[in-house]
């Protein structure tokens, strides 16, 4: 293999792992370290253009990943801010076509949402958008089907804005105001 091959072998390389650095950590898997070999040492007094003609390197296949763990309250904390919107936005859209009346059950104060499956529930029954607005109320992903509660907090303020909130958000405040 001649220098210039060798050279282009050695670019590539840097673009492949940087690529794959990127992607890593752009999708939030956690703290990424490349391990890698020390450069090869060269010669005291020989050119910088010498160097070029060395052979390249040899980079380690090994990749360490850490925080795992973090990801998967990522994901959970994302789909809680969909399910935060969806169900404002089911509000808002019975408010819509109910005369900007919203739903009577909807109080002053935070309020927990009632799951769609449960038969008896103190919380806030928001089954009035269960079908036109809403196939069910969604469900936090840390709580199993049989919970008598959503996960997700309501109330209404005194200019009719509604907040939604998530009651199990990790690591943050998911809450939406409209």
Do not use: H, W
Request: aromatic share 8%; net charge negative; proline share 7%.
């Amino acid at each position: 293999m001649d220098g210039t091959s060798s050279l282009r072998m050695f670019d590539l390389r840097i673009a492949i792992t940087a690529a794959i650095i990127v992607a890593i950590t752009s999708v939030g898997y956690g703290s990424l370290i490349l391990l890698q070999p020390p450069p090869p040492e060269r010669p005291a007094g020989s050119p910088l253009l010498d160097s070029f003609r060395d052979p390249p390197p040899t980079y380690s296949d090994r990749v360490v990943f850490e925080n795992f763990g973090k990801n998967d309250e990522d994901v959970r904390n994302a789909q809680r801010r969909a399910d935060v919107n969806t169900i404002l936005n089911a509000v808002y859209q019975y408010s819509i076509d109910n005369g900007g009346s919203m739903p009577a059950s909807i109080p002053f104060e935070f309020g927990d949402i009632c799951n769609t499956n449960a038969s008896i529930c103190d919380a806030i029954d928001l089954s009035a958008l269960i079908g036109p607005y809403l196939v069910a109320i969604p469900m936090d992903a840390l709580l199993d089907g049989s919970s008598l509660i959503s996960g997700y907090r309501i109330r209404q303020d005194d200019n009719g804005q509604i907040t939604v909130m998530s009651a199990f958000a990790e690591n943050d405040v998911i809450s939406v105001t409209r």
